[in-house]
């Protein structure tokens, strides 16, 4: 009998209306990706999910279906050197508007 776990925090995903935000590549001291939702800024725990074409707006509105985090991520980027710790989510798919 194997042991199976899961990453998925809530059964239930959500479904919203965000503004995606391209701050910029994390080796040229950018960010990378942040969601706006709800005008409260999100960092997305696997980034890797968001197609490369949303870098070619610093702003795009996006239909997004995520799950709520329950632990912030702490992502030190940029120029500057203190902690950035922000509400996470994980990001289930992503289209534009």
Do not use: H
Request: net charge negative; aromatic share 6%.
């Amino acid at each position: 009998m194997a042991c199976q776990t899961s990453t998925t925090t809530d059964k239930n995903p959500e479904v919203a209306t965000a503004t995606l935000l391209w701050t910029g590549e994390l080796a040229a001291d950018g960010c990378g990706f942040e969601v706006l939702l709800d005008g409260r800024k999100y960092l997305p725990e696997n980034e890797d999910a968001i197609d490369a074409r949303y870098k070619a707006n610093a702003r795009t509105e996006v239909e997004l279906t995520f799950e709520r985090l329950p632990d912030p991520i702490d992502r030190r980027c940029g120029m500057v050197p203190q902690p950035r710790v922000m509400d996470a989510i994980r990001i289930i798919s992503i289209r534009p508007r």
